[in-house]
Protein backbone atom coordinates (compact mmCIF):
# COMPACT_ATOMS: atom_id res chain seq x y z
CA UNK A 1 0.00 0.00 0.00
CA UNK A 2 1.14 3.64 -0.95
CA UNK A 3 1.45 5.74 1.59
CA UNK A 4 2.88 8.72 -0.18
CA UNK A 5 2.06 8.80 -4.37
CA UNK A 6 2.38 11.96 -5.90
CA UNK A 7 1.25 10.94 -9.69
CA UNK A 8 2.11 13.77 -12.91
CA UNK A 9 2.26 16.04 -10.63
CA UNK A 10 3.43 19.88 -11.88
CA UNK A 11 3.16 22.87 -9.97
CA UNK A 12 3.17 26.67 -11.75
CA UNK A 13 3.75 29.64 -9.55
CA UNK A 14 3.25 33.31 -10.86
CA UNK A 15 6.00 35.62 -9.45
CA UNK A 16 4.74 39.20 -8.16
CA UNK A 17 6.74 40.38 -11.97
CA UNK A 18 3.46 38.19 -13.58
CA UNK A 19 5.86 35.74 -15.04
CA UNK A 20 4.83 32.11 -14.53
CA UNK A 21 7.72 29.67 -12.83
CA UNK A 22 7.47 26.17 -13.44
CA UNK A 23 8.67 24.78 -10.43
CA UNK A 24 7.81 21.40 -10.77
CA UNK A 25 6.62 19.29 -13.95
CA UNK A 26 5.22 15.58 -14.28
CA UNK A 27 6.84 14.62 -10.71
CA UNK A 28 6.32 10.95 -9.82
CA UNK A 29 7.02 9.72 -6.71
CA UNK A 30 5.91 6.44 -4.51
CA UNK A 31 6.46 5.60 -1.23
CA UNK A 32 5.17 2.27 0.10
CA UNK A 33 5.03 0.97 3.25
CA UNK A 34 7.88 -1.44 4.05
CA UNK A 35 7.80 -4.64 6.79
CA UNK A 36 11.04 -6.25 8.10
CA UNK A 37 11.25 -10.53 7.57
CA UNK A 38 9.60 -10.78 10.58
CA UNK A 39 6.90 -8.70 9.53
CA UNK A 40 7.38 -5.74 11.68
CA UNK A 41 6.22 -2.56 10.23
CA UNK A 42 9.48 -0.61 9.77
CA UNK A 43 9.89 2.56 9.03
CA UNK A 44 11.57 3.97 5.34
CA UNK A 45 14.22 6.86 5.54
CA UNK A 46 13.59 8.84 2.02
CA UNK A 47 15.98 11.53 0.86
CA UNK A 48 14.75 14.23 -1.87
CA UNK A 49 18.35 15.49 -3.12
CA UNK A 50 18.98 18.09 -5.60
CA UNK A 51 20.54 21.65 -5.80
CA UNK A 52 19.00 24.79 -4.45
CA UNK A 53 15.94 25.95 -6.13
CA UNK A 54 15.03 22.82 -8.11
CA UNK A 55 11.74 21.89 -5.87
CA UNK A 56 12.54 19.91 -3.16
CA UNK A 57 10.73 22.21 -0.65
CA UNK A 58 7.58 22.83 -3.45
CA UNK A 59 7.49 19.17 -3.50
CA UNK A 60 7.48 18.63 0.28
CA UNK A 61 4.66 21.28 0.74
CA UNK A 62 2.22 19.49 -1.23
CA UNK A 63 2.63 16.50 0.27
CA UNK A 64 2.19 18.81 4.16
CA UNK A 65 -1.17 20.22 2.28
CA UNK A 66 0.53 23.36 2.67
CA UNK A 67 -0.06 24.12 -1.35
CA UNK A 68 -1.64 22.03 -3.96
CA UNK A 69 -0.62 20.83 -7.78
CA UNK A 70 -1.08 22.95 -10.55
CA UNK A 71 -1.79 19.55 -12.62
CA UNK A 72 -1.62 15.71 -11.54
CA UNK A 73 -2.52 14.33 -7.70
CA UNK A 74 -1.47 14.25 -4.26
CA UNK A 75 -2.25 10.98 -2.43
CA UNK A 76 -1.60 9.82 1.46
CA UNK A 77 -2.71 6.14 1.64
CA UNK A 78 -4.54 6.91 -1.23
CA UNK A 79 -6.44 9.75 -0.28
CA UNK A 80 -6.49 13.32 -1.97
CA UNK A 81 -4.25 15.19 0.33
CA UNK A 82 -6.42 18.20 0.74
CA UNK A 83 -4.89 20.04 3.70
CA UNK A 84 -2.19 19.50 6.50
CA UNK A 85 -2.97 16.82 8.80
CA UNK A 86 -1.43 15.50 12.54
CA UNK A 87 -0.22 12.21 10.09
CA UNK A 88 1.97 14.29 8.53
CA UNK A 89 4.57 15.80 10.73
CA UNK A 90 6.93 18.62 9.06
CA UNK A 91 10.49 20.34 10.27
CA UNK A 92 11.59 23.52 8.95
CA UNK A 93 15.02 24.66 8.96
CA UNK A 94 14.17 27.69 10.89
CA UNK A 95 11.14 28.74 13.20
CA UNK A 96 9.91 25.81 13.43
CA UNK A 97 9.10 25.91 17.27
CA UNK A 98 6.80 28.02 18.84
CA UNK A 99 8.84 30.94 20.91
CA UNK A 100 6.09 32.10 23.29
CA UNK A 101 5.95 28.54 24.87
CA UNK A 102 8.50 27.06 26.10
CA UNK A 103 10.51 23.36 25.13
CA UNK A 104 8.04 21.25 27.43
CA UNK A 105 4.69 22.97 25.91
CA UNK A 106 6.18 23.00 22.45
CA UNK A 107 6.33 19.13 22.51
CA UNK A 108 3.19 19.24 24.18
CA UNK A 109 1.28 20.96 21.82
CA UNK A 110 -0.16 18.52 19.20
CA UNK A 111 -1.10 16.11 22.03
CA UNK A 112 -3.18 19.44 23.60
CA UNK A 113 -4.96 19.87 19.87
CA UNK A 114 -5.67 16.06 19.72
CA UNK A 115 -7.41 16.12 23.37
CA UNK A 116 -4.41 13.32 24.83
CA UNK A 117 -5.47 13.19 28.16
CA UNK A 118 -2.74 15.19 30.31
CA UNK A 119 -1.17 12.12 32.02
CA UNK A 120 -0.72 10.46 28.66
CA UNK A 121 0.62 13.80 27.21
CA UNK A 122 3.34 14.26 30.40
CA UNK A 123 4.67 10.82 30.03
CA UNK A 124 4.93 11.32 25.71
CA UNK A 125 6.61 14.52 26.37
CA UNK A 126 8.68 13.10 29.59
CA UNK A 127 9.68 10.37 27.06
CA UNK A 128 10.64 12.44 23.90
CA UNK A 129 12.52 14.94 26.15
CA UNK A 130 14.99 12.31 27.11
CA UNK A 131 15.11 10.76 23.73
CA UNK A 132 16.05 14.51 22.14
CA UNK A 133 18.67 15.14 24.98
CA UNK A 134 16.62 17.96 26.16
CA UNK A 135 16.47 16.96 30.08
CA UNK A 136 16.66 19.94 32.15
CA UNK A 137 15.86 22.36 29.57
CA UNK A 138 12.35 21.89 29.94
CA UNK A 139 11.22 25.19 31.26
CA UNK A 140 13.42 26.94 28.63
CA UNK A 141 12.03 29.14 25.62
CA UNK A 142 13.49 27.97 22.30
CA UNK A 143 14.89 31.14 21.49
CA UNK A 144 17.07 30.68 24.16
CA UNK A 145 18.70 27.64 22.83
CA UNK A 146 21.33 27.10 20.42
CA UNK A 147 20.26 26.36 16.91
CA UNK A 148 20.97 22.44 17.62
CA UNK A 149 19.25 22.23 20.57
CA UNK A 150 15.99 23.97 19.05
CA UNK A 151 16.04 21.51 15.84
CA UNK A 152 16.05 19.18 18.89
CA UNK A 153 12.60 20.46 20.01
CA UNK A 154 11.61 21.06 16.55
CA UNK A 155 12.18 16.89 16.02
CA UNK A 156 10.68 15.96 19.74
CA UNK A 157 7.11 18.44 18.67
CA UNK A 158 6.89 17.22 15.11
CA UNK A 159 6.98 13.25 16.76
CA UNK A 160 5.23 13.64 19.80
CA UNK A 161 1.71 12.94 17.85
CA UNK A 162 3.24 9.72 16.01
CA UNK A 163 2.86 10.93 12.37
CA UNK A 164 2.92 8.61 9.63
CA UNK A 165 5.10 10.65 7.80
CA UNK A 166 7.42 13.10 9.02
CA UNK A 167 8.67 15.79 6.40
CA UNK A 168 12.08 17.66 6.74
CA UNK A 169 13.26 20.42 5.11
CA UNK A 170 17.02 20.79 4.83
CA UNK A 171 16.45 20.67 9.12
CA UNK A 172 19.79 20.71 9.65
CA UNK A 173 21.10 23.31 6.88
CA UNK A 174 21.59 26.42 9.58
CA UNK A 175 23.85 24.00 11.92
CA UNK A 176 27.49 24.14 12.18
CA UNK A 177 29.27 20.57 11.01
CA UNK A 178 29.93 18.81 14.08
CA UNK A 179 26.28 19.59 15.49
CA UNK A 180 25.10 18.81 11.80
CA UNK A 181 26.46 15.28 12.76
CA UNK A 182 25.19 14.63 15.74
CA UNK A 183 21.48 15.84 14.89
CA UNK A 184 21.76 13.32 12.19
CA UNK A 185 23.02 10.45 14.90
CA UNK A 186 20.10 11.38 16.90
CA UNK A 187 17.44 11.36 13.39
CA UNK A 188 18.55 7.83 12.97
CA UNK A 189 18.36 6.57 16.38
CA UNK A 190 15.08 8.41 17.25
CA UNK A 191 13.57 6.92 13.66
CA UNK A 192 14.65 4.06 14.34
CA UNK A 193 11.96 3.36 17.33
CA UNK A 194 9.20 4.73 14.91
CA UNK A 195 7.81 2.93 11.88
CA UNK A 196 7.35 6.35 10.81
CA UNK A 197 8.39 7.21 7.03
CA UNK A 198 10.50 10.01 6.46
CA UNK A 199 11.06 12.15 3.47
CA UNK A 200 14.34 15.19 4.19
CA UNK A 201 15.19 17.30 2.23
CA UNK A 202 18.65 18.36 1.74
CA UNK A 203 21.28 19.80 -1.38
CA UNK A 204 24.03 18.00 0.41
CA UNK A 205 25.19 15.04 -0.76
CA UNK A 206 27.06 13.29 2.01
CA UNK A 207 23.73 14.14 4.37
CA UNK A 208 21.85 12.43 1.72
CA UNK A 209 23.68 9.12 1.73
CA UNK A 210 24.38 9.05 5.34
CA UNK A 211 20.58 9.29 5.92
CA UNK A 212 18.85 7.48 3.31
CA UNK A 213 17.84 4.17 2.34
CA UNK A 214 16.67 5.43 -0.91
CA UNK A 215 17.64 8.67 -2.69
CA UNK A 216 15.64 10.49 -4.85
CA UNK A 217 17.37 12.83 -7.57
CA UNK A 218 16.16 15.80 -8.60
CA UNK A 219 17.00 18.07 -11.30
CA UNK A 220 15.80 21.60 -11.87
CA UNK A 221 14.57 23.76 -14.34
CA UNK A 222 11.63 22.27 -14.47
CA UNK A 223 12.20 20.52 -11.20
CA UNK A 224 11.77 16.66 -11.56
CA UNK A 225 12.39 13.40 -9.63
CA UNK A 226 15.08 12.52 -12.66
CA UNK A 227 16.75 8.90 -10.47
CA UNK A 228 16.12 6.97 -7.14
CA UNK A 229 18.49 5.28 -6.36
CA UNK A 230 18.63 2.44 -3.06
CA UNK A 231 21.66 2.83 -0.35
CA UNK A 232 22.21 -0.53 0.32
CA UNK A 233 25.31 -0.24 2.53
CA UNK A 234 23.47 -0.19 5.94
CA UNK A 235 24.16 2.48 8.88
CA UNK A 236 26.43 2.59 11.59
P1 LIG B 1 1.26 31.98 -5.11
O1 LIG B 1 0.05 32.86 -4.88
O2 LIG B 1 1.77 32.04 -6.53
O3 LIG B 1 1.11 30.58 -4.63
P2 LIG B 1 2.60 32.90 -2.68
O4 LIG B 1 1.33 33.51 -2.11
O5 LIG B 1 3.17 31.69 -2.03
O6 LIG B 1 2.46 32.63 -4.26
O7 LIG B 1 3.73 34.02 -2.72
C1 LIG B 1 3.45 35.36 -3.15
C2 LIG B 1 4.61 35.88 -4.02
O8 LIG B 1 5.85 35.85 -3.29
C3 LIG B 1 4.84 35.01 -5.23
O9 LIG B 1 4.01 35.38 -6.33
C4 LIG B 1 6.31 35.21 -5.50
O10 LIG B 1 6.53 36.39 -6.25
C5 LIG B 1 6.93 35.43 -4.14
N1 LIG B 1 7.54 34.18 -3.60
C6 LIG B 1 7.12 33.48 -2.52
N2 LIG B 1 7.91 32.43 -2.28
C7 LIG B 1 8.87 32.46 -3.23
C8 LIG B 1 10.00 31.62 -3.52
N3 LIG B 1 10.31 30.55 -2.78
N4 LIG B 1 10.75 31.94 -4.58
C9 LIG B 1 10.46 33.02 -5.32
N5 LIG B 1 9.44 33.83 -5.09
C10 LIG B 1 8.64 33.57 -4.06
P1 LIG C 1 14.24 24.05 -3.35
O1 LIG C 1 13.50 23.65 -2.13
O2 LIG C 1 14.76 22.88 -4.13
O3 LIG C 1 15.31 25.06 -3.09
P2 LIG C 1 11.76 25.41 -4.05
O4 LIG C 1 10.73 24.34 -4.05
O5 LIG C 1 11.81 26.31 -2.88
O6 LIG C 1 13.18 24.77 -4.35
O7 LIG C 1 11.55 26.33 -5.34
C1 LIG C 1 11.46 25.81 -6.66
C2 LIG C 1 11.27 26.97 -7.66
O8 LIG C 1 9.98 27.53 -7.52
C3 LIG C 1 12.25 28.11 -7.45
O9 LIG C 1 12.53 28.66 -8.71
C4 LIG C 1 11.47 29.10 -6.60
O10 LIG C 1 11.92 30.42 -6.75
C5 LIG C 1 10.06 28.91 -7.14
N1 LIG C 1 9.01 29.18 -6.15
C6 LIG C 1 8.77 28.46 -5.02
N2 LIG C 1 7.73 28.95 -4.35
C7 LIG C 1 7.29 30.01 -5.08
C8 LIG C 1 6.22 30.94 -4.92
N3 LIG C 1 5.38 30.88 -3.88
N4 LIG C 1 6.07 31.89 -5.87
C9 LIG C 1 6.91 31.96 -6.92
N5 LIG C 1 7.92 31.10 -7.13
C10 LIG C 1 8.11 30.15 -6.23
Not at 194 to 218: C, G, K, N, P, W
Amino acid sequence: KNKIALRNVSRVFTNAAGEKIEALRDVNLEVEDEFAPDGRDIGEFRVLLGPSGCGKSTILRLIAGLDFPTKGEVLMNGQPVTGPGSDRGMVFQKYTSFAWLTVSKNIEYGLSIKGTPPAERKEIVSHLIDAVGLRGFENAYPHTLSGGMQQRVAIARSLAVRPQVLLMDEPFGALDAQTRNEMQDLLLRIWDETAATVLFVTHDVAEAVFLADRMYIVSSRPGTIVEEIPVPFGRP
